[in-house]
């Protein structure tokens, strides 16, 4: 699918502020990819569909949770991950993108999980230091990805979690086990 297609696709399911959030990934993960080896055909649809289920009413959503194989212990965690899982499922089934690499970076970009492929780290990356995003620790992240794709997503884990558990928020134990495979394989 070419770029303007899937433009116009996920603009209508998205506001205007999201959409030029998607802008920035999508611009972000075909740098992130380009200097990290994965395939910026396959980031760039993956950017551009990542938040394709954000604004899908909460119920619309649970309900796609229970009624098909994804993690059903989704539903004891904040609400803003499901988008990610539910989206790659939409994704599939609405647009008609088969592609597993895509749908996986799409799945994972909210959460994480252990063993990530570097497209999929892409764009979880990307969704995090994308130029319109502004929260304390963004910019060091930014420099950091400048030179490793790992430590800075290490360094945005880090901002993540502490940011979680200030908040008294659950964390997804996925995310956890990102952050960990990534500590693991920096010591080996």
């Known amino acids: 699918m ?3 297609e899937a433009l116009k696709i996920v603009k209508g399911h998205l506001t205007d502020h999201r959409y030029i959030h998607t802008i920035g990934v999508m611009e972000t993960a075909i740098a992130l990819a380009g200097k990290n080896g994965a395939d910026e055909k396959k ?8 938040d394709y289920a954000k604004f899908r009413d909460k119920d619309e959503m649970k309900e796609i949770i229970l009624s098909t194989p994804l993690e059903q212990d989704l ?7 499901w988008h990610a899982p539910v989206g790659a499922l939409l994704v599939e089934k609405e647009v008609g993108i088969d592609d ?9 970009h909210t959460s994480g999980r252990k063993g990530m492929t570097t497209l999929e ?12 995003r502004s929260f304390p620790g963004v910019e060091e992240v930014r420099q950091i990805a400048e030179t490793s ?14 940011f979680l558990m200030k908040k008294n928020q659950a964390i997804y134990p996925d ?14």
């Open 100 to 108: 597993k690499e895509v749908l996986d970076a799409i799945k994972y």
């Open 75 to 81: 539903l004891l965690y904040n609400m803003e991950l």
């Open 43 to 50: 980031a760039e649809l993956a950017a551009i569909f990542h």
């Open 149 to 162: 794709l790992d430590e800075a997503l290490i360094k945005a884990l880090q901002n993540t979690i502490v």
């Open 121 to 132: 780290k892409v764009i979880y990356l990307a969704d995090y230091i994308e130029p319109n």
């Open 2 to 4: 070419e770029r303007d």
């Open 175 to 188: 995310t956890f086990y990102f952050y960990n495979s990534l500590i693991q394989n920096k010591r080996s």
